[in-house]
């Protein structure tokens, strides 16, 4: 998979801030998406504490790694799947996580089936793409091109 490639996307999707700011989900968070955990140094800051870019780099950076160790544990297969998927799924999984990514059974399924467009009409009826809709809509046309 190239990693680098995913990092470009998700630095466009997720944007980057160099200070705390609280999420959709009112979660305390920074640098590229990051979700601010009891682990980190920035855990119970204020929001609006700045971060530097060496932080927002290091986060990340853990993050990319995190996410693909997840990816290849809810797909088997991870490594056998197109790259373009693997972009995919890799995408979703940072902005998801695994909890949430892994309930989405029939997506999974498809992709086990590599069935790229049911793929995408599972994602997009989803609450995922209520909340991300451009997004959302961005990656399931990727998807459905495999």
């Known amino acids: 998979m190239d990693t680098e490639k995913l990092r470009d996307q998700l630095k466009i999707d997720e944007g980057c801030v160099n200070s705390i700011y ?4 009112n979660l305390p968070t920074c640098a590229i998406g990051h979700l601010i955990t009891e682990w980190d140094e920035e855990y119970g800051k204020p929001v609006g504490t700045t971060i530097s870019d060496d932080r927002v780099n290091e986060l990340f950076d853990k993050d990319v790694q995190v996410t693909i160790e997840e990816c290849k544990i ?3 297969d991870f490594d056998e799947l197109p790259e373009e998927a693997q972009q995919i ?9 695994r909890p949430r990514l892994s309930k989405f059974v029939k997506f999974r399924e ?5 069935d790229w467009i049911e793929a995408g009409n ?9 909340q991300v809709t451009a997004r959302a809509d961005r ?8």
């Open 89 to 97: 799924i890799g995408n979703l999984m940072f902005n998801m996580g």
């Open 139 to 146: 990656l399931i046309a990727r998807l459905q091109a495999i």
């Open 22 to 25: 609280l999420d959709h989900l």
């Open 122 to 130: 599972q994602l997009k009826d989803s609450r995922y793409y209520q």
């Open 74 to 76: 809810l797909f088997d």
């Open 110 to 114: 498809a992709v086990k089936n590599r």
